[in-house]
């Protein structure tokens, strides 16, 4: 429900194309989706040095950083999680308009919110990245120690443990982090984007 009334979007003076030129490449959302403990962030920070280090404009945005200031109000029962992945959904649209190479890693377990949020971006603009690996593998991994708290019911909701995950049907990519190490992953992205022409080989 939208609770703003007499409200007017203002187009900038700088235009999508202006910054497409200025930064030598397209502005685009990829969405990592995946059980914690997959790999999310961790690719996404290595795709983002690999093309920072070519000079691109690039930003990744993480779960658990949202969480502590735009979505600090928000927990973790259905509706938040809804909510949760709206707001970043609009941040992305605006980074995305500004030019940016936006790397989101959300849990985002349902499938309805991340096929919102790319109804939200123009065709083209969103790339969904299906961070896929065997939960007996993120769970060995564990690396923030949530599903040892989970499986103690110290933690409610837990996506793959007392919450579903909706694994995605038609992800543009998937990444099979539980058979390939980092590199590889970040390499194959890197690669798409290239075969893609969002940016330059």
Known sequence: MTK???ITWHPGDVTREDRERMFGHRGTTLWFTGLSGSGKSTVARKVEWLLAERGLHVYTLDGDNIRYG???DLGFSPADRTENIR????????FTDAGTLTLAAFVSPYRADRDAVRSLLAPGDFCEVYVA????????RDPKGLYKKARAGAIGEFTGISAPYEEPEHPELTLHTDQENVEASAARVVRYLEERGIVRS
């Not at 707001?87 to 605006?94: A, H, S, Y």
């Not at 690996?133 to 060995?140: G, I, K, M, R, Y």
Request: one cysteine or more; hydrophobic letters at 35%.
């Open 133 to 140: 690996a065997d939960l007996a593998v993120c769970e060995s």
């Open 70 to 72: 735009l979505c600090k």
């Open 87 to 94: 707001r970043i959904g609009e941040v992305c649209k605006l």
């Open 4 to 6: 703003s009334q007499n």
